[in-house]
């Protein structure tokens, strides 16, 4: 079965500083990557997606995210955080076949300082 | 503008009594999806309809349900609720089974709490 591991719980930034948030996965075959967005009070929402083709995937709101087979990772970064970013971010990876269900990491929650 | 409707935004209930948590949906899509996020846990899927077909997980607890009597309403049954079962209760959809061109859509969730 797949996993993934989001290692920080909590990363803190200055506005307008770069961010990347840590997402490793695990699983067998080539996965397909998902990183989601939760603000407060709000549902999931995507930011954007591998499944194949070029392994840097641009996203909403300015985000970005690499798809690193060797290191098993895919992080997800932002040139310049704005306050509007504070969330929760969810890393995800699912099957590339069946159902193709993702299954989500714990999260790490964005603090953004003025 | 609302897409996945879930009401209310927050639930109360005492342990044991049972209870139901509901979700609306104006996009038609086949799939409807319940997921239970304990605080500072990943969502965890505890089951999903493709139409009327009913997908449990094997590790959802047998006092989960859920019904589908149409394609725009999904509800979570939870039959005697605990204390452990306090959780942000999460619905999403998608067209059809997820695939490269399909995404979920989440509601804004019920918060569960268990007296």
């Known amino acids: 079965a797949q996993s993934v591991t989001q290692p920080d719980i909590h990363i803190t930034v200055s506005e307008g500083a770069s961010l990347e948030l840590r997402c490793n996965y695990s699983?067998?075959?080539?996965?397909?990557l998902f990183w989601y967005v939760q603000s407060p009070g709000q549902g999931l929402q995507l930011l954007l997606k591998?499944?194949?083709?070029?392994?840097l995937v641009q996203g909403i709101k300015g985000f970005e995210a690499e798809f690193k087979r060797s290191q098993s990772s895919f992080n997800l970064r932002k040139p310049s955080v704005h306050w509007s970013d504070a969330a929760e971010y969810f890393c995800?990876?699912?099957?590339?076949?069946?159902?193709?269900?993702?299954?989500f990491g714990r999260g790490t929650s964005l603090i953004v300082h003025p | 503008d609302a897409m996945v409707i879930q009401n209310p935004r927050y639930q109360v209930t005492q342990f044991g009594k049972p209870v139901t948590l509901s979700c609306s949906q104006t996009?038609?899509?086949?799939?409807m999806y319940w997921y239970q996020q304990k605080s500072s846990q990943a969502p965890k899927l505890l089951f999903h309809?493709?139409?009327?077909?009913?997908?449990n997980e094997a590790d959802t607890p047998d006092n989960f349900q859920s019904r589908r009597p149409n394609t725009s309403f999904c509800f979570l049954d939870i039959r005697s609720p605990g204390l452990g079962d306090a959780a942000m209760y999460l619905c999403?959809?998608?067209?059809?089974?997820?695939?490269?061109?399909?995404?979920?859509?989440f509601g804004s969730g019920t918060q569960l709490s268990v007296l």
């Open positions: 999403a959809t998608s067209r059809l089974n997820l695939a490269s061109n399909e995404k979920l859509f």
């Open positions: 699983y067998g075959a080539t996965p397909y």
């Open positions: 591998y499944f194949s083709g070029d392994t």
């Open positions: 995800a990876v699912a099957p590339s076949g069946g159902s193709y269900i993702p299954t």
């Open positions: 996009l038609n899509h086949n799939v």
């Open positions: 309809y493709y139409d009327k077909d009913f997908n």
